[in-house]
Each structure stands twice: as structure tokens, then as C-alpha cells.
């Protein structure tokens, strides 16, 4: 009876397919806390996710890491999303994490992005409906907390730009259950005197909760029906919130939104602010539709994977390199290019890839078949092709144009 013998590696490829074919695995979202952490030198984060009973190792590459909007650490508690898949150098299955937040802010995403949809089905953020804002006003009404650092700082950047602007600050809360309907209030009111040519409404930084108030429906309406250009000020420059969409103009943050508001006094400034002005409509209007594109694209299967062995060999080849980092740093700078070279040389020879392109290769035993006098007739051999192998007993054998019926 003839027994099979596998290497290691096919063991680990075989369980490695077995894994990425599952689909419970490919698209996960997972809880637990923070431990083992370690930011590489490479970008890439690696750390274990654990809860009361158990553990799993985790990876986050370079490519994904870099959209983070908080920096991981021990202990934290967060919400992953991602696959598993089994690193086969190692033999050890892991998380391959594409995106991560803050344990607990789930729902509050799915509420932004459930109101979001909406209003944008509904033509509230179409641009066909946004005002242009005046170059030149006379007034400009602040309709935000009057203690707060950021009415402070539009104030100093009105009083350097353009002294002789008068601005009208509308007292409103900012964050708390109440917020929301002042807000709403204060837009309201200042579009019932109508003294004003311009609203800025918003609120300096703070975390999703703190900045929710402007995440509010009946804000967003107030800010549409709204006769007066309004712009929104929404936060730190990462932030958007449904206010954002629904303004006029939304600014980066409260200091900038005063700039845009507010022009220059000298004709060279005013010239400057103005083409400033467009640069920041082009590049905000851009960005968002390539943020769009983008998005539709990584969410195609196509796009599911594509850097799957490449990722795999970075993670191999950083363990070399901080092996041989400890003994042997200049070394390594002076051979590293010819290193890298030579490995993919080594994997266009490898007769696994040669495989893939179309070719088999022939085993009797564990002897890779190179000639025809290896075998006799009626002898079994092995086959492997691309998607799998098969058994084959010899029939004929063509040696030198000969043929030989057995």
C-alpha cells in the first residue's frame, strides 16, 4: 500500500486555501482588546486581540494603518474588520485587519451613515441647491457657543483680516441633549432678521460624541432652508459630519471657515483669498469623489486581495531583516537591493509559479520525472497541475520518436 508524504508547506497551503475559501472568514468583524502591540518600523502593526477566554494574532498593514485615525495601544478596546488567513512560513492563522475604531462607536457610525443616505436621496446635499458665497459681506453672523476657543479664534482672524466687517455671535449650545434644536434655533432666528450675509456654524474638536449635535436631521434641514449662505466649521479638519453636507461650504475648521468668510482688506490679500477660496471647492469637491471612487473600488472581490502574497512576503522578509539587524545592520544596507533582487529571481524560477502558468510536473515517488527512462510501463505516477494533482499509470512511451505501445 503506497503512502503519502507531504512536505510542510503543503500542509500549510492546503490549510492556507481551505481558509481564504471560506467565506465566514473572509468578511469579519471582531471585538476584544489590545495587547502584544508593536508598531514596526515598516508602518505595519501587529498585535494580539483577546476577550476573557482566548486570544488571536492580528496584523494590520502599512497601506490600511495609515488611515487611522487614533493611534492603537495596549488595552484598548476596539472594533476590527477583516479575514483570517494562515501565514505559511509560520504556520499560524491570523487577522488580516483592514480597518479599525473605538469599541462602542459602531452604532453611532451606522446612525451617520443611515441619516447620510437619506438626505443625500432626498437633495439635500446636491449642489445644484448650494449658495455661493459673498466676497464682500458686511456682516457675519457666529452661531456657536460664546465661550468656546473656536468663536475666539474667528473673532482674532475677522479683527486681522478685516476690522471694519461687523460680526453678530448667536449664543447656542454646542454639545449636549438640547444642542441640536438651538443650533437649529439660532440659524432660524438669523435668518429671520436678515441682517447678516453670511452664517458660520460650528464648534471647535472633540470626539464623534461631542461633535453628534451636528450630526442632527433637523440641524442639517435648518442649514438647507436656510436664505443665507451658511458654512459649516465642523471640528479638526478629519472631521465630517452631516452638517458638512448640507452647508454651503463646509471648512476645515473654524479659524479657516473666518478666513474664507471674511476677506482681506488689501486688494493683493483679497486676490490671494479668493483663489484660494476656489482651490479649496476644487480640491474638497475632488477629493470626496475620488474618496467615493475609491471606496467602490476596494469594495469589488476583484479588489479583495490583491496584495496577498506581496503582504506575506513583507511580513517574511522583515523577520529576516530584524534577525539580521541585530548582528549585522551594515551589512545588511550594503546587500539588501542585491537580497531582494535575488528572492524574486528565485520566485519566477520556483516551479510552483511555472505550474500556475499552464505546465505540470510529473513525480514517481518523490522524484521529480526529467526523462522517460525513469519510468516502466505500468509504473504510477504522480501529477500536479495549477488547482491539483492526480494519479496516472503509464500507458505509452515515446523515447527519441519511438513509440512503444505497453
Not at 512560513?89 to 451617520?112: C, N, R, S
Not at 457666529?142 to 476690522?163: E, H, K, Q, Y
Not at 479588489?303 to 534577525?323: A, G, V, W
Request: glycine share 6%; net charge neutral.
Amino acid at each position: 500500500m503506497q503512502v503519502n508524504v507531504y512536505t510542510v508547506s503543503q500542509i500549510n497551503g492546503y490549510i492556507k486555501r481551505l481558509i481564504d475559501s471560506d467565506v465566514f472568514l473572509s468578511g469579519l468583524h471582531i471585538e476584544g482588546e489590545i495587547s502584544n502591540f508593536k508598531l514596526h518600523s515598516s508602518g505595519h502593526l501587529y498585535f494580539s486581540l483577546k476577550d476573557k477566554t482566548g486570544s488571536i494574532d492580528c496584523v494590520m498593514f502599512r497601506s490600511a494603518a495609515q488611515y487611522l485615525e487614533f493611534m492603537p495601544k495596549n488595552g484598548d478596546a476596539v472594533l476590527v474588520g477583516g479575514r483570517v488567513s494562515l501565514y505559511e512560513k509560520t504556520g499560524k492563522y491570523q487577522v488580516y485587519v483592514d480597518y479599525m475604531q473605538p469599541a462602542g462607536l459602531g452604532a453611532l457610525h451606522a446612525e451617520f451613515e443611515k441619516l447620510k443616505q437619506k438626505l443625500a436621496a432626498e437633495g439635500l446635499f446636491d449642489e445644484k441647491f448650494k449658495k455661493p458665497i459673498p466676497e464682500y459681506p458686511k456682516t457675519v453672523a457666529l452661531v456657536t457657543s460664546p465661550t468656546g476657543a473656536a468663536v475666539r479664534d474667528m473673532i482674532d482672524v475677522s479683527r486681522r483680516r478685516n476690522p471694519s466687517i461687523k460680526l453678530v455671535i448667536v449664543p447656542v449650545l454646542v454639545q449636549g441633549e438640547n444642542a441640536a434644536a438651538d443650533i437649529a434655533k439660532g440659524i432660524e432666528l438669523v435668518n429671520e432678521w436678515g441682517g447678516a450675509d453670511t452664517i458660520i456654524v460650528g464648534r471647535g474638536g472633540g470626539s464623534m460624541e461631542d461633535l453628534w449635535a451636528f450630526n442632527e436631521e433637523i440641524v442639517a434641514r435648518a442649514i438647507f432652508k436656510s436664505e443665507i449662505p451658511v458654512i459649516s466649521a465642523v471640528g479638526h479638519e478629519v472631521d465630517f459630519t452631516i452638517a458638512d453636507f448640507a452647508a454651503d461650504f463646509r471648512a476645515p475648521t473654524p479659524s479657516a471657515a473666518a478666513e474664507l468668510a471674511i476677506p482681506a482688506s488689501e486688494p493683493v490679500q483679497r486676490r490671494f483669498k479668493t483663489a484660494s477660496r476656489r482651490m479649496m471647492t476644487a480640491c474638497d469637491t475632488r477629493l470626496s469623489r475620488l474618496d467615493m471612487r475609491f471606496k467602490h473600488a476596494i469594495s469589488t472581490r476583484s479588489m479583495q486581495r490583491p496584495l496577498e502574497k506581496i503582504e506575506n512576503y513583507q511580513i517574511y522578509t522583515e523577520d529576516m531583516l530584524d534577525s539580521i539587524k541585530k548582528t549585522a545592520e551594515m551589512s545588511l544596507q550594503k546587500y539588501g537591493a542585491r537580497f531582494e533582487k535575488a528572492l524574486a529571481a528565485v520566485d519566477n524560477l520556483s516551479p510552483i509559479n511555472v505550474v500556475k502558468r499552464g505546465y505540470s510536473l510529473a513525480y514517481a515517488g518523490n522524484e521529480l520525472l526529467k526523462s522517460v527512462s525513469q519510468v516502466r510501463e505500468n509504473d504510477e505516477i504522480d501529477v500536479t497541475l495549477k488547482d491539483g494533482s492526480l494519479n496516472a499509470v503509464v500507458r505509452r512511451i515515446t523515447n527519441g520518436g519511438e513509440e512503444k505501445e505497453l
